[in-house]
């Protein structure tokens, strides 16, 4: 089994001990106090990060949220050798001013640039960006945007005469050297042949095992018939305690603090989401806080207030270890992971769960044994004893 590698998140639409709504049109809020956003607070998260072992930090995207270039840039100069996962909406701006700005990004930071293309939010938020073409059209825009950005980094002068977008003789007096490497998700019929032409990465939400195989399957086929081959990587929230009974004490806590009210305010709005996949995400709690353990160690709580991924490993170090596994034998092998609050929950997993999995020749640190040995201790209750796993 191939080594794996571990992003962590940046909440730049603030943080909280409690669950943080926001994405697919969710407004922002908490059920307790936000945590003020500062680029101070978000170094914290991303230097603890990058001490504890994680490769990345996915930066999210949409009016809900601060800008992901701008404070991604910032944060590049308090980190060393943290990548940032800079999610953005191609067709916003042009694909050789994208080109140039990742360039820009991958040369002066260091080659520390991934890039997480979001085809398109809600539509009432894409029509505020002033963009009014529809789901399956933002991504034939996608696809050529991607396209010219992709022949762009390879030095080639561009000329593009396309549905959607029009280019003539664009070039970047420098490329990147390396690429930055691109994630895409997206679960419907009009995103899978884009994901098989253009990613790196293909991106899923935290589904059951069972689902996330199936939909592997097909995006292989679909980069097969590409002539490609792609890397897997699976978006999950993460509450990892000592003991198993501790971890689910936690996610009580934080189901506890939400109305009912809440609730249905935010299934509303999500019940009205374009999105394939978010629709997956409702269709495994279906709004109601009865049958949330959608597969072992697997809660899907969090996605009751908030959109995009919904779902959370919850349980003892080893029991998130063991689910971590499963995943990546069905050929998952990066997982960008997230957990409220996130500077906290980093330690949690950090200190808990990499190294159960460095034991297993799962995971080595990114800075090798010097990375190991100026990351804190791990936590003396990792066991390697499976507590009450809940089915």
Request: hydrophobic content about 45%.
């Amino acid at each position: 089994m191939p080594q794996l590698d571990f992003h962590w998140f940046l909440p730049t639409n603030g943080d909280s001990r409690d669950i943080v709504g926001g994405g697919h049109g969710v407004p922002v809020g908490a059920a307790g106090g936000v945590r003020p956003l500062t680029v101070g607070y978000l170094g914290q998260i991303a230097r603890s990060a990058e001490q504890l072992g994680f490769v990345g930090a996915l930066t999210p995207t949409g009016a809900w949220c601060e800008d992901a270039w701008l404070a991604t840039a910032m944060l590049a100069e308090v980190t060393e050798r943290l990548k940032f996962l800079v999610a953005f909406r191609p067709g916003l701006i042009s694909p050789t001013l994208a080109a140039q700005m990742a360039s820009t990004f991958q040369r002066l930071s260091g080659d520390r640039l991934l890039l997480n293309v979001v085809t398109g939010g809600e539509a009432h938020e894409q029509r505020a960006y002033g963009d009014f073409l529809d789901k399956d059209a933002r991504y034939a825009r996608a696809d050529e945007f991607l396209h010219i950005v992709r022949a762009l980094w390879r030095g080639e002068t561009v000329t593009h005469d396309g549905e959607h977008l029009r280019v003539a003789e664009a070039a970047l007096s420098r490329v990147p050297d390396p690429a930055p490497a691109i994630y895409f998700g997206g679960s419907s019929a009009a995103a899978l042949p884009v994901a098989a032409r253009h990613s790196d990465v293909y991106l899923t939400w935290g589904e059951p095992p069972a689902q996330v195989a199936e939909k592997l399957a097909r995006v292989r086929a679909a980069a097969a018939r590409e002539g490609r081959e792609l890397r897997f990587g699976i978006r999950l929230h993460v509450i990892s305690r000592d003991t198993a009974e501790a971890a689910w004490a936690e996610a009580d806590r934080l189901l506890a603090g939400i109305s009912e009210a809440d609730i249905a305010a935010v299934q509303a709005g999500l019940r009205r989401s374009e999105s394939e996949g978010q629709r997956r995400m409702l269709d495994l709690h279906g709004g109601s806080r009865d049958g949330l353990v959608v597969a072992p160690n697997l809660w899907a709580g969090v996605g009751l207030v908030r959109g995009g991924a919904g779902t959370a490993l919850v349980g003892s170090h080893t029991e998130v270890a063991d689910r971590i596994a499963e995943y990546a034998a069905l050929g998952i092998t990066e997982f960008v992971l997230s957990g409220y609050p996130h500077l906290e929950e980093a330690y949690w997993f950090g200190e808990g769960v990499l190294p159960v999995l460095r034991s297993r020749g799962l995971w080595r640190h990114p800075a090798g044994e010097r990375g190991v040995a100026n990351a804190a201790v791990p936590f003396a209750g990792v066991s390697p004893v499976t507590v009450g796993a809940r089915e």
